[in-house]
């Protein structure tokens, strides 16, 4: 029988008390777990004790998750953040670096939040830092007096670019997504393809267009109760796919080589 895939889902870096911890939500683990079929695995922001490469050649596949601090805006050549921003150095050290890896090295990759963020910075991409305050755009915030499970529930339309990675899941033209982020792609990073737009014209999804291996990157949760939305769900699968197609050969070549 098969092993699971080794699949790394990134943390963010949190003073707690008086002591410094490597966090991630619960809700991407089990995604990982129950939706993608896979072993997750905690990477810690630690950029300065390992390498990509150390890394990648332990894991099967990569999940970048969602936080709620934000990419520091000298990474995208963007104007200095307001006044009490949450950020990351940590996160970005380790993240940044490994996003370009991972897909150099044929890795699968699912960029989650500001994971889809991060993935648009890696290839040379900016972000709107308040997409609300642009003019042209939908409030895309969630409304924080309310449950976490209507903040999680259908906000808007999202459509699905023809022709891409999305679409070959199966994906229908228009789906309803959760909407809960503050700050979005300004440029498109060179090397990525727009997968999905919000009604207001902002890309909410991006693939790779010379990926080895699945690498796609969507504005939106489809980690929350991912099994009860079969477009969510579609996300995973294809995801933990592409791992356990990794797992598999890189087990063969191990084998080869014993």
């Known amino acids: ?61 990569i999940l970048f998750t969602g936080s709620p601090s934000n990419v520091e805006p000298f990474h995208y050549q963007g104007p200095a953040s307001a006044s009490g921003t949450a950020h990351d150095p940590a996160r970005d050290a380790t993240t940044l670096p490994l996003i370009r890896a991972a897909v150099d090295a044929g890795v699968p990759v699912l960029g989650i939040c500001r994971g889809f963020q991060e993935m648009n910075v890696a290839f040379g991409g900016s972000l709107h830092q308040k997409v609300h305050e642009v003019g042209t755009f939908i409030d895309h915030r969630e409304d924080d007096t309310q449950s976490v499970d209507i903040q999680y529930g259908p906000a808007h339309a999202m459509h699905i670019q023809p022709g891409g990675v999305l679409a070959g899941l199966g994906l229908p033209p228009v789906i309803e997504v959760n909407s809960i982020h503050s700050q979005g792609i300004e440029r498109l990073a060179p090397g990525l393809r727009a997968e999905a737009m919000a009604p207001d014209g902002l890309i909410e999804a991006v693939s790779v267009t010379q990926g080895k291996a699945f690498a796609l990157g969507v504005q939106w949760h489809p980690e929350w109760e991912v099994s009860s939305n079969p477009y969510y769900l579609a996300i995973f699968q294809a995801f933990g796919d592409a791992c356990r197609a990794r797992a598999t050969q890189r087990d063969a070549d191990a084998s080869n080589n014993a």
């Open 1 to 61: 029988m098969s092993r699971l895939p080794l699949i790394g889902v990134t943390t963010c870096s949190k003073q707690i008390g008086l002591h410094a911890y490597h966090i991630s939500g619960d809700k991407y683990s089990r995604a990982v777990a129950t939706a993608a079929k896979g072993l997750p695995v905690l990477i810690p922001s630690l950029a300065d004790l390992f390498a990509p490469s150390d890394i990648l050649d332990s894991l099967d596949g």
